[in-house]
């Protein structure tokens, strides 16, 4: 049985105490949680903002999730004592989730080939490049001001939203925090079909044929992948590519020829803030599964040589190095090469990896690195250097400057190609793939940081590069400035150039908000659309930055399931257009930002 599940409706034999919360939560807590959880980390979620989940996900998230390495050294008692605690709610208040109306057509037959318009996967193709032409898209500039919700979803139990919609033959595929994967109509937002993961999945689902039949691909954050029939959602295979307990799956699985190629990151640097943990051990890769089976073609780790003893922390915790150059993002793929580049984040230890903070290419047959172009050279990072023991902090301390963002494979409009990608630096940076990824031009649209500059993604038109900025900025004493950070850049393909930059409009009075722009963005013929951590999805006209759509998305909402429901701030996650409809999530704050559960479809006058 799922623990997602079982932890709902199936702990009625748990002791007492941990299900009111009388036992050592308090205690529990102080012991093992307080120091990131109250710290005021930027990169870690306040107690405030775990207090508006269920108990259920927080133990989840203690014994299969996010914080599972924390988590296994507490027994099940003592897991449930601290979300009972955190959450100020008993386990089993959670209503079973209302099940979705099923499809009338829900027998009928699926095909990938030939299909309606299409946003499959992360970056709507092999290129990542997020732009939907008209055809697809199925909406013009001039119909954007007009749009209005036609159905939302709830995510029943869920208070965070943190997948992206893919869109194929007119079913929406879409993972969730819980795990369960839903097959919905993209005119009503009915059911075909669900599927339970083992734990949550955030990436975006790519579809496919293999085997004379159509299959959905994802994985999950304890680093298995899945392929279930997208048909009916019955399970084809599963497996996990990486046993480190801290690895995951963040980034979406590639579709390419026969195979999937999946990028692999972790929760390690979060480990670190614990000055008795021996860090860091981690290194991301990228695996390659035959599409069909599952098996492993290869796996080629960031890093070639395994992390070896450096030195001893203050504590006497044996340190390794080098570790971390996680893969956050999809990878993209190059046919024409026979290559799939990739973006790396920092190191988490001494010494700096030579391939973190860099763009690889990858031979799509073997695996084997063809060029490797570092960005930003000894960048050592982990939670240790947050808060007042630093024991596992590495002597750099930073500046952590990840790549989160996939890179665009752009065919220039003066000639030659360029991989064009964001970097948590501020910049935009454009390589030569040709050439070893030569240095084409570098260009800054935001002051960068742990939280700022380019997060998740970018997207261009072939012309131009489209740019969200978080610069997520903290009061002093912790919580999200309302006054700081955020914002949208246009920078011309050819030379780099700033074209305009527009500023995200403040936040006002409303708690927990930022009006940083961390989402990824997405682009269709003359307009661009660009979440933000305040709740709002906007709409900007690609020539000028002028805004001409905004939405309110931090608010209730009727859904079609029956679960209530509502929006919160707008991360991770970019929209989708696919056929008329406007499709995103909101509700991933685990910035700090405000949490929520619902899937939200727009279309002109909500027709």
């Not at 956050?328 to 790396?344: E, K, N, R």
């Not at 006002?508 to 990824?520: F, I, L, M, V, Y």
């Amino acid at each position: 049985m799922r623990v997602a599940l079982a932890a709902a409706w199936l702990l009625a034999a748990a002791p007492l105490a941990a299900q009111t919360g009388s036992g050592d939560g308090p205690s529990l807590y102080a012991a093992h949680c307080t120091r990131c959880h109250d710290g005021g980390s930027p990169r870690v979620p306040s107690r405030t903002t775990i207090a508006q989940l269920t108990p259920e996900r927080v133990v989840v998230a203690l014994e299969t999730g996010t914080m599972h390495t924390q988590g296994a050294s507490l027994s099940d008692a003592e897991r449930r004592a601290i979300a009972v605690f955190v959450t100020g709610r008993p386990l089993g208040s959670l209503a079973p989730p209302a099940t979705a109306p099923r499809c009338e057509d829900a027998g009928a037959s699926f095909a990938v080939r030939p299909s309606p318009p299409s946003w499959n996967g992360w970056g709507a193709g092999p290129a990542n490049n997020r732009y939907q032409p008209v055809v697809s898209a199925g909406l013009t500039a001039a119909q954007i001001p007009a749009l209005q919700v036609k159905w939302a979803f709830g995510f029943a139990g869920d208070l965070m939203a943190a997948g992206q919609p893919a869109v194929v033959g007119g079913r929406v595929f879409i993972g969730s925090t819980s795990g369960r994967i839903f097959a919905l109509s993209l005119r009503t937002g009915c059911a075909y079909w669900t599927f339970d993961a083992d734990t949550m999945v955030r990436t975006a689902i790519s579809v496919g044929d293999a085997t004379g039949r159509p299959l959905a691909y994802f994985g999950d954050v304890r680093a298995t992948v899945y392929a279930v029939d997208a048909s009916t959602g019955a399970l084809v295979w599963k497996r996990r590519v990486d046993e480190h307990p801290a690895a995951r799956i963040t980034g979406a699985p590639t579709l390419h020829a026969g195979h999937l190629y999946v990028p692999v990151s972790s929760t390690e640097e979060a480990s670190a803030a614990n000055p008795n943990y021996e860090c860091c051990t981690f290194r991301g890769s990228v695996v390659a599964l035959d599409a069909a089976t599952g098996s492993v073609a290869w796996k080629v780790y960031t890093i070639p040589d395994p992390p070896k003893p450096t030195r001893t922390n203050r504590l006497g915790a044996q340190l390794y190095g080098p570790s971390g150059a996680a893969v956050w993002s999809s990878p993209t793929i190059d046919g024409t090469v026979g290559v799939l580049y990739v973006a790396t984040g920092d190191s988490y230890s001494d010494p700096a990896a030579s391939a973190s903070d860099a763009i690889l290419a990858l031979d799509l047959r073997t695996g084997e690195v063809k060029w490797s172009q570092q960005i930003t050279k000894n960048d050592s990072w982990n939670l240790g250097c947050v808060g007042s023991d630093r024991a596992n902090c590495p002597e750099a301390n930073g500046p952590d400057y990840d790549f989160g963002s996939s890179p665009m494979l752009i065919a220039l409009p003066k000639g030659g190609r360029a991989l064009v990608v964001g970097q948590k630096s501020g910049f935009v940076h454009a390589l030569d793939p040709d050439h070893a990824g030569r240095m084409l031009w570098s260009t800054r649209v935001g002051k960068g940081g742990v939280l700022g500059g380019i997060e998740w993604g970018t997207a261009t038109d072939g012309a131009v590069v489209y740019a969200g900025v978080s610069d997520a900025s903290f009061k002093e004493g912790g919580g999200l400035n309302p006054a700081i950070g955020g914002g949208l850049a246009a920078v011309r393909l050819n030379d780099g150039k700033v074209v305009w930059k527009t500023a995200a409009p403040g936040c006002g009075d409303r708690a927990k908000c930022s009006p940083a722009q961390s989402a990824a963005v997405t682009a269709m013929p003359g307009v661009v659309f660009s979440g933000s951590v305040d709740g709002h999805m906007r709409a900007y006209d690609a020539a000028s930055g002028r805004i001409v759509w905004d939405v309110d998305t931090a608010r209730d909402f009727e859904t079609v399931n029956g679960v209530r429901a509502h929006g919160g701030s707008i991360d991770f996650a970019g929209p989708t257009v696919v056929d008329g409809v406007l499709l995103l999530t909101s509700g991933y704050g685990l910035m700090g930002g405000m949490t929520g559960n619902i899937l939200i479809a727009f279309t002109p006058n909500g027709k």
